[in-house]
């Protein structure tokens, strides 16, 4: 298996600009997940989603942020308008399947800057 | 709400040695699981180790054991004869089994391998 695929792995914008980042999870697996990495908060979960349902999106800082997942193969975290602190790096992650779930296999990243 | 917290910001041991973690966390919760991640200057969140609290048996990958006092609410990684590669951020996570399924991190120790 390929592992979670997240793209752009960087992304750099002006403030104000729209962001879409993308995440393709672990064929099989039914929870997808959406952290985010900054040296003063940490990796915090931003939402997740079960079955392409969102469960839990209490970490979405704000009305900017706004995530999808339209099939079991595909998500997106998208931010409107973005600004400065936004710049950090987005992971996204996937479990479920024979393992029942308990491990969560991380993508690689998306490194974003909002200039 | 669960915590994590890791006390040691940094840590360095030389190459072949062994050096241990420091986790300790909170819940009310009886049965959940505990993960350490290691994340190389790559970035990507590697899974290291995962124990369930509902076994009293201490996990061991390889060089990579922990040690979990459940009543301590305490989960220490030791790393046996340190090599170079283990150079990373490493991070304790808390999880429950049921209800939500979102990782709760600690803040991360630096481990530098001294040749």
């Known amino acids: 298996d390929a592992g979670v695929i997240q793209s752009p792995r960087h992304e750099v914008t002006e403030m104000g600009q729209e962001v879409t980042l993308r995440c393709k999870p672990i064929s099989g697996h039914d929870y997808l997940f959406w952290y985010r990495q900054t040296m003063m908060r940490g990796l915090e979960l931003l939402i997740y989603f079960n079955n392409n349902v969102p469960i839990d999106d209490s970490g979405m800082p704000e009305d900017r942020f706004s995530a999808k997942m339209p099939n079991a193969s595909f998500s997106t975290l998208k931010i409107q308008p973005s600004e400065p602190r936004d710049s950090a790096v987005y992971f996204c992650?996937?479990?479920?399947?024979?393992?029942?779930?308990?491990?969560?296999?991380f993508g690689p990243g998306t490194r974003l800057t909002v200039t | 709400a669960q915590t994590v917290t890791q006390s040691q910001p940094e840590m360095s041991v030389q190459e072949a040695e062994t050096v241990t973690l420091s986790c300790t966390y909170d819940?009310?919760?009886?049965?959940?699981?505990l993960f350490w991640y290691k994340q190389p200057p790559s970035r990507q969140m590697i899974l290291v180790i995962r124990q369930e609290a509902y076994k009293q048996q201490n996990a061991t990958e390889n060089r990579f054991s922990v040690n979990f006092q459940k009543a301590a609410k305490s989960f220490s990684l030791k790393i046996s004869d340190s090599q170079l590669g283990d150079a990373a951020m490493y991070f304790c996570a808390y999880r429950n089994i049921q209800g939500a399924q979102k990782l709760v991190f600690g803040q991360g120790t630096r481990l530098t391998i001294n040749p």
């Open positions: 819940t009310s919760e009886s049965d959940y699981y």
């Open positions: 992650a996937s479990s479920g399947g024979l393992a029942g779930g308990r491990e969560q296999y």
